[in-house]
């Protein structure tokens, strides 16, 4: 049997599947979904190092990203969730 490449739908959904935490493909994952405001790790972190980044230096867009995991009890944090934050911001 021929395998198939993964689909962009496949592809995203994997990549949305990861552990919850920061990852550099999270910005492209986001800017593939037409978030154009996530620009770098900063965009939901406090501190310009990687290695400084963690649950407690999270600005505002990461705290309500981890909010919204909770109220909607959900695994883990689904970035399509962002379209919802900066619709409410504009």
Do not use: T
Not at 14 to 39: H, N, Q, R, T, W
């Amino acid at each position: 049997m021929k395998k198939q490449p993964l689909s962009l739908v496949g592809l995203v959904a994997a990549i949305l599947a990861m552990p919850v935490g920061a990852s550099p493909k999270f910005i492209k994952v986001s800017k593939d979904m037409g978030i154009s405001e996530i620009k770098n790790c900063n965009s939901c972190h406090e501190s310009k190092k990687a290695s400084e980044f963690s649950s407690e230096d999270l600005n505002d867009v990461g705290k309500w990203l981890v909010k919204q995991k909770k109220e909607k009890g959900a695994r883990e944090i689904d970035l399509a969730w962002l379209k919802e934050y900066f619709a409410k911001a504009k």
